[in-house]
């Protein structure tokens, strides 16, 4: 059984927290309102149509039963009684009329008393409408209102009734539609049974994209874990051509410059670590001679220790080499500033002709002043000085070295030659890597550490430049470094 990591479990989101708890609940809180407003807007549409329609009825039938009720010039019970048995009531659940104040003269829910033959009439009884709507109709105003309640609709109406410009009674009708109200019932219904559907399916719509979502970002936390881990060759295989899958390109694209950097960093650990055992276990092996040899002569005492001098300086080579590779590799450009190129090369060539000379190689220039970029001395100084040097230290007793500033288009162009033995075209597209050497014997017999041609390439580029090197006929080597050239609407 496979148990889980304790880092892992400490990493793991909580699923309230979580994105897809958060993409879910996204969807959720979009699908309510959604449902919401399904559930309430034709619901109350439903409503104010019907409404509206009610008091319309209600108004015209109110108008003309008071019409009706206009042709007598005094409302008593009897003749209203009369006019309103001659017309249709409609439906209406109740009508009331009353005279001017408020006394109901007329009532449809009232039955009328068969008396008997034997029967005494019984008291007449005093009743007022004492309703809003009446009290404003006495007052002269058409009133009408509805509403929903039980499943019903509940609208009412009243009117003044006039004669000769006096209100002398007033109308009020009352209608409960139970039909309608059923039917609007049953669209609420309806539209609860389908939200509930709706509301159901979309949790699981919700859940199942809110997982593959999420699915695919956790894939992508995880291969951020392993990777973090040290597994530089792990790669995520992108689905789509969605932006997680553009992610998933650049992470994979990100894993391979790890890789590559790793690599790189391994190899350039190794080949150091190899270059500085070379000369300690010389030392060591020099120092233990000494110790171990009690009858060592002064002579062979002074040659070894010469000896250990030598690679003590070696390794200060290096050390040094190593350095200036870190710091380019880890440090921005300097403050750069327009660089005469012919100046600078000249320097470094005239610092290297004692050494030239001492090896019978004679130093030749051709250096141009047309050629500024921008730069600063100290790197254009060192590219310089390690090309020169190279070609002097890997040159033959009698040979040429030939150095060359000048313009070619928009560049700035150092060309450094030799007629010495040359670079085997295998070799050529490794010669800039770091610690590589094409003849090891001659390169520590002439003190080269194998950094010099990197910290070229490396400087040359920090400066947007490039750097070259192709075979010379009849026998040697040229290496090329341009640099683009200093414009005046370059200058800050």
Not at 60 to 65: K, L, N, T, W, Y
């Amino acid at each position: 059984m496979s148990q889980e990591n304790p880092k892992e479990k400490n990493k793991k989101v909580p699923f309230f927290v979580s994105l897809q708890m958060k993409y879910a609940m996204s969807y959720l809180v979009l699908f309510a309102v959604v449902l919401l407003l399904l559930n309430t807007y034709p619901v109350l549409a439903s409503q104010d149509l019907l409404f509206a329609s009610k008091r319309d009825s209600l108004k015209s039938q109110a108008a003309v039963m008071a019409s009706a009720l206009m042709e007598l010039e005094s409302l008593s019970a009897d003749q209203v009684a009369r006019v309103m048995n001659m017309l249709d009531s409609m439906g209406l659940q109740r009508i009331l009329v009353t005279d001017p104040s408020g006394l109901i003269l007329y009532d449809s829910l009232e039955t009328k008393e068969e008396l008997s033959e034997d029967d005494e009439p019984s008291e007449p009884r005093y009743r007022y409408a004492l309703y809003q709507e009446v009290v404003l109709a006495l007052r002269g105003s058409d009133v009408s209102c509805s509403r929903y309640s039980d499943h019903a609709f509940l609208s009412s109406a009243a009117m003044p009734i006039v004669y000769r410009g006096m209100v002398i009674g007033a109308i009020y009708i009352l209608e409960a539609d139970s039909v309608q109200g059923e039917l609007l019932f049953s669209l609420q219904q309806n539209l609860r049974s389908i939200s509930l559907v709706i509301a159901a399916v979309t949790l699981v719509v919700s859940a199942v994209f809110s997982k593959i979502l999420t699915a695919r970002i956790a894939a992508l936390l995880r291969a951020i874990r392993t990777v973090g881990e040290g597994e530089y060759g792990h790669r995520l295989h992108p689905a789509g051509r969605d932006e997680l899958a553009h992610l998933a390109e650049e992470f994979n694209q990100l894993t391979d410059r790890l890789q590559t950097t790793e690599e790189v960093r391994r190899r350039f650990v190794s080949d150091a670590s190899h270059e500085l055992k070379t000369p300690l276990a010389s030392i060591r092996l020099l120092t233990d001679s000494i110790l171990q040899n009690e009858q060592i002569d002064l002579e062979t005492v002074r040659e070894f220790v010469s000896d250990i001098g030598d690679e003590a300086e070696r390794l200060t080579r290096i050390t040094e080499h190593l350095l200036a590779l870190t710091r380019l590799d880890s440090q921005p450009a300097g403050d750069t500033h327009p660089v005469d190129m012919a100046q600078v090369v000249r320097r470094a060539s005239g610092r290297l002709r004692p050494v030239a000379a001492a090896a019978g190689v004679s130093v030749r220039d051709d250096l141009r002043q047309d050629c500024v970029i921008r730069c600063t001395e100290d790197d254009l100084y060192q590219i310089s000085f390690n090309l020169i040097e190279n070609a002097i230290k890997y040159n033959s007793a009698g040979g040429n070295v030939y150095v060359a500033v000048y313009r070619d288009g928009e560049q700035g162009l150092l060309e450094v030659s030799d007629t010495g033995i040359g670079i085997p075209e295998e070799d050529m597209p490794k010669i800039f890597n770091r610690f590589y050497r094409v003849d090891k014997a001659r390169s520590r017999a002439a003190g080269g550490t194998g950094l010099g041609l990197s910290i070229v390439r490396d400087t040359v580029l920090r400066h947007s430049g490039w750097v070259t090197v192709r075979k010379r006929n009849p026998n040697g080597s040229i290496f090329t470094a341009g640099f683009p050239l200093f414009r005046e609407e370059d200058a800050p």
